[in-house]
């Protein structure tokens, strides 16, 4: 319980510094009326608030957990953390779709996915994905090596 409401705290006190920063965010192209700052400061007061009510929340309202801090745990959080990481470095040089396919591929294979169904979900999340964002939403994303 003591580790818990520490790691909440960090959160709430990084949730509170990044709410601080987005407020004071100015871009200079605004696609909308409301313009770029309204979903990074909505997004971190979530997380701020949750944060803080999760650190100060009566313990009678929870029942301990046992999370089973194990060294083959940790190593999967540690390859789950390389594969976001790389995901964010190689974001723009791939493009969103092969990034996007590897990093589902990835994190399927953690989790001990079959491999025909974790490849084929992969690219139907990478293509289908892209495709909301590019023409539905009408966000540009990189192309990478399809571009």
């Known amino acids: ?3 818990e409401r520490i790691l909440t705290a960090i959160i709430a006190l990084c949730g509170f510094g990044l709410l601080i920063y987005a407020c004071s965010f100015d871009a200079p192209i605004s696609y909308d009326s409301v313009g770029p700052k309204a979903f990074p400061i909505l997004l ?3 997380i701020t608030a949750s944060a803080v009510y999760l650190t100060v929340r009566p313990a009678i309202m929870f029942e301990p ?3 089973g801090w194990t060294k083959h745990m940790l190593g999967k959080l540690a ?3 390389l594969a976001l990481t790389l995901y964010a470095a ?3 040089w791939l493009g969103f779709m092969i990034a ?3 990093m589902t591929i990835a994190i399927g294979k953690l989790f001990h996915g079959k491999t025909i169904p974790t490849v084929i979900t992969a690219v ?3 293509a289908s994905t892209y495709y909301l964002f590019d023409r539905v939403l009408d966000v540009p994303l990189p192309l990478g090596l399809l571009g």
């Open 1 to 3: 319980m003591k580790a």
């Open 44 to 46: 971190m007061g979530l």
């Open 65 to 67: 957990v046992e999370l």
């Open 79 to 81: 390859l789950c953390t």
């Open 90 to 92: 190689l974001f723009e």
């Open 100 to 102: 996007t396919i590897f």
């Open 124 to 126: 139907i999340l990478g």
